[in-house]
C-alpha cells in the first residue's frame, strides 16, 4: 500500500511537472509568436547607419549637417521613350511630375508631406530620356502609415501614377537610393512567411525520413517552433528598446539558426533517449539518463557556438556586431527548449504510452540490455548500425590512409580559395532577380551622368580649397566637380552663378560628379583614388557620399575579419580543452574544422565564378563563413568526441574511437544534413548574400558531417591513439590492454 502510494505521487508529481512546463511554452509560443510578425517593424537597412563614428564617410556625413540640416533620400523616375521624345510626351511627364506632390501614401498623408523641394523634369542631352529627381526627408520616410513605411508608400504611388505613361508611349522607373531601399525591404518581405515555411518543410522531410514515424517529426518540429517563438520575443523587445539592431539578413539567419540548432539538439536527445530506453523500462528513467549524457555534449555545443557569435561584437560595423547577440539568443531559445520542452513532449504519454511516440518501431527493453554488467562487444555494436558499422571498420583496419587521402583531397580544394572573389560588390548586384530600381539605374546610366544622383562630397578647409579641386578633377572616373556655392535669394532658390563658396566653420564642401554611379564598384574605386589624391595635398579633408560609404563598410569588414577570426579560435580552443581534457585532441579538431573551410571557400570560389556567375562577394561573407562554419562545424566533431571520450575510458582510444563513429554515426549525419537544408533555405530570397551564405554554410556543414566527422577526424585520433588525449591521459586505458571501467549498477528493469 505505501510504496502504491508512493508511486502514484510520484506519478502526479512527474505528470504535474510535465503539464507545468508544457503550460509556460504554450505562454511563450503564444507571446512569441505576435513578436515574430513584428519583426520587420524594428528592422534597420541603411547600411549608413551601420558605419563606426571613426570612418571617413560617417565624419563627412556630421560635416554634412553643417551646410544642410535635413536628412535627404533620393528618389529617382526615369522615364524614356522609343528614340526622341515627342512635345506631347514631354507634356505628359511634365503632367506626372504636377501631380506627384498629391499622391496619396496613406493615412490621410501625400508624397508633398515628405517632399523637400519641387520635383522638376531634367531632360537628358541625347533628348530620348526625362529625370524627375524627388528629394525625400529621410527622417520623415522612415516613419510607418500603417503596418507599411513610409518609403514604401511613397515608392508604391510614385510606381503606380508612372504606369499611366505607357497611353503616351512611354516607360518609366523608379530607381534611386528610395527605390532601391523599398525593393530591398520587399525582397525582405519574404522571411516571415517563405523562408520559414520552406526550411520548417525541408525538416520535416527530413525527420519522416529519419525517424519514419508519423507522430515524432511533428514532435521535433514543435520544438524548434516554440524555440523561434521564444527568440523572436526576446529579440523584438530589446530591438524596440534599441539595445540592439536588426536588420533582414539578420532576421533570416536568426530563423534558419533556431530551427536547426533546435533540431539538432532535439535529434540527439531523442537518439540517446531511444538507447536508453531499450535498456530500462521507466520512460522517466530513460529520459533522465538520456539528458544525463546529453547535456554536456549539447551544452558545449551550444557554448562553441554562442562564444564564436558573440566574437562578432568586435565588428566595427554595426550590421556584424548586431547578428552576434540576435543569434547568440537564438541558440540559447534552441538550447532551453530541446532540454525542456522536448523532454516534457515525449514524456506527453506518461508511463504507458510514452513509448508510443516512436510507432511503428517502438524501442522495449530486452534481457540482455536489462543487464548491468553486459556490455556489447565492438563487433556486435559494428553489425548492429549497418553502414557506419562498415566505416568503422574502414578506420580499424587502415586509420592513416583514411585521414591522410581525406587531408589530401580537402587540400586540394583548398587550393582554389585565392579565386575567391570577395572584395566588394555594386549595390546592384545585391538582387539576384529583376527588379524596378536596377533596371532603372540602367537607364539612367544611358541618358544621364550616373554620378549626378548621389554626387561624390568632400569636405575641405578653406585655404585648402584650390588644391583640393584640382586634386579631385585630375582624378580618373570624375567627370566634373564643383564647390557648393552660398546661397543668394529666397529660400530655395540656386545660387547665382558669380556666388562664392559657402563656408562653415572654416570648411568647403565640394561635389564631385562620377561617370559611374554611386552604387557601382566602380564609383567605390573612384573614392578611394580620390581620398588618396587629397590626402597628399590637404591631410585634414575627408571624402563622403553614398560610394564613401560602402567603401567604408568594405574597409571595415576587411578589418573585422584579421581581428574576428583569430579571436573566433581562441575561444573555441578554450572551451575544447575543457570539454575534452586534453589539448591534443581539441588541435586537431580546430585543424580539421579550419581544412573543412578552406575546403568550402575553394569549391564554393569555383561554382560562384564558372558555374553561378556572380560578379564577387562582400567581404562579409566569408566573415559570416568563417564564424558559422567553424562554430556551428566544431559541433559534429564535439558531438562525436565526447561519446569517444565516455567510449574510451572504457575500452580505450582506438575501440573507443570506433565505438563512438558507430554509434552516433546516424544521428549525427541526420543533424548535419537538417542544418545544411535550413541553411539552403535561405537561398529562396533572391538577394546574392543571403544566396552565397546559404550555399557556403549548407555545403561546409555537409564536409564537416560526412568528411570530417566521419574520416578525417576519427583517422587521426585512431591513429594517434591514446596520445590523442595528452597531456591529462592517465585516466584513459592503455589501447593494448584489456581494462573495462565498470559501468555503474543499475537497479533490475523489473522494479521499475
Known sequence: MLSDSRGRRRGFLRGSAVLGVLLVWLTLAGVGGQSIGKLSEVQENDAAAFLPRSAESTR????????????????????????????????????????????????????????????????????????????????????????????NEVVTALREAAADLDDAGLEAWVTGPAGAVADLVEAFGGIDGILLLVALVVVFVILVLVYRSPSLPFTVLFTSVFALAAAGLGVYQLAAAGVLVLNGQSQGI???????????????????????????????????????????????????????????????????????????????????????????????????FARLIFWPRVPRPSSADADADHVESLAEVEARNGVWGRVSRLIGRRPRL????????????????????????????????????????????????????QPVTVFAPEADLDV????????????????????????????????????????????????????????????????????????????GGAAAQRLDTQET??????????????????????????????????????????????????????????????????????????????DYSIFLMTRVREESLRHGTREGTRRGLTVTGGVITSAGVVLAATFGALAVLPLLFLVQLAFLVALGVLIDTLVVRSLLVPGLIHDIGRASWWPWQRRVPADDTLTEIPQRREEPVASR
Do not use: C
Open 60 to 151: 563627412a556625413a556630421e560635416l554634412a549637417k553643417g551646410f544642410s540640416d535635413q536628412d535627404v533620400l533620393p528618389a529617382i523616375v526615369v522615364v524614356e521613350g522609343d528614340g526622341q521624345l515627342t512635345p506631347e510626351q514631354l507634356v505628359a511627364v511634365e503632367e506626372l511630375a504636377a501631380a506627384v506632390p498629391a499622391l496619396e501614401i496613406g493615412d490621410g498623408r501625400t508624397v508633398e508631406d515628405v517632399l523637400l523641394a519641387p520635383v522638376v523634369p531634367v531632360p537628358s542631352e541625347d533628348g530620348e530620356a526625362v529625370l524627375l529627381a524627388l528629394t525625400l526627408d529621410g527622417a520623415a520616410v522612415q516613419e510607418t502609415v500603417g503596418e507599411e513605411r513610409v518609403l
Open 254 to 352: 536568426l530563423f534558419i539558426l533556431v530551427v536547426g540548432a533546435a533540431t539538432d539538439y532535439s535529434l540527439l536527445i531523442v537518439a540517446r533517449y531511444r538507447e536508453e530506453l531499450t535498456r530500462v523500462a521507466s520512460p522517466y528513467s530513460a529520459m533522465r539518463r538520456a539528458l544525463r549524457a546529453s547535456i554536456e555534449p549539447i551544452a558545449a555545443s551550444a557554448g562553441t557556438v554562442i562564444a564564436g557569435l558573440l566574437t562578432l561584437l568586435l565588428s566595427d560595423l554595426t550590421s556584424n556586431s548586431s547578428l552576434g547577440p540576435v543569434a547568440a539568443i537564438g541558440i540559447v531559445a534552441a538550447f532551453v527548449a530541446s532540454l525542456t520542452l522536448l523532454p516534457a513532449l515525449l514524456l506527453l504519454g506518461g508511463h504507458r
Open 402 to 453: 583514411v585521414w591522410v587521402s581525406t587531408a589530401v583531397v580537402l587540400l586540394a580544394a583548398t587550393a582554389f580559395v585565392p579565386q575567391l572573389r570577395a572584395s566588394g560588390t555594386s549595390e546592384t548586384d545585391v538582387f539576384l532577380t529583376e527588379v524596378e530600381s536596377v533596371a532603372g539605374q540602367d537607364v539612367v546610366a544611358r541618358h544621364f551622368p550616373a554620378g549626378q544622383v
Open 468 to 543: 583640393v579641386l584640382e586634386a579631385v578633377l585630375a582624378t580618373d572616373g570624375v567627370d566634373s566637380a564643383a564647390p557648393v556655392a552660398e546661397a543668394s535669394g529666397p529660400p530655395g532658390a540656386p545660387p547665382a552663378p558669380d556666388a562664392p563658396p559657402r563656408v562653415v566653420d572654416g570648411v568647403v564642401q565640394i561635389q564631385a560628379v562620377t561617370s559611374a554611379g554611386s552604387e557601382t564598384q566602380d564609383a567605390v574605386e573612384v573614392v578611394s583614388d580620390v581620398r588618396a589624391a587629397v590626402s597628399e595635398v590637404s591631410p585634414e579633408t575627408v571624402v
Open 557 to 634: 569588414s576587411v578589418r573585422d575579419l584579421k581581428v574576428i577570426v583569430p579571436t573566433v579560435l581562441v575561444v573555441i580552443l578554450v572551451v575544447l580543452i575543457g570539454l575534452l581534457r586534453s589539448i591534443v585532441a581539441p588541435v586537431l579538431l580546430l585543424g580539421a574544422n579550419l581544412l573543412s573551410l578552406g575546403a568550402t571557400l575553394g569549391i564554393a570560389a569555383v561554382v560562384f565564378n564558372d558555374v553561378l556567375g556572380f560578379p564577387g562577394a562582400d567581404p562579409v561573407v566569408p566573415l559570416y563563413a568563417f564564424v558559422f562554419l567553424v562554430a556551428l562545424g566544431i
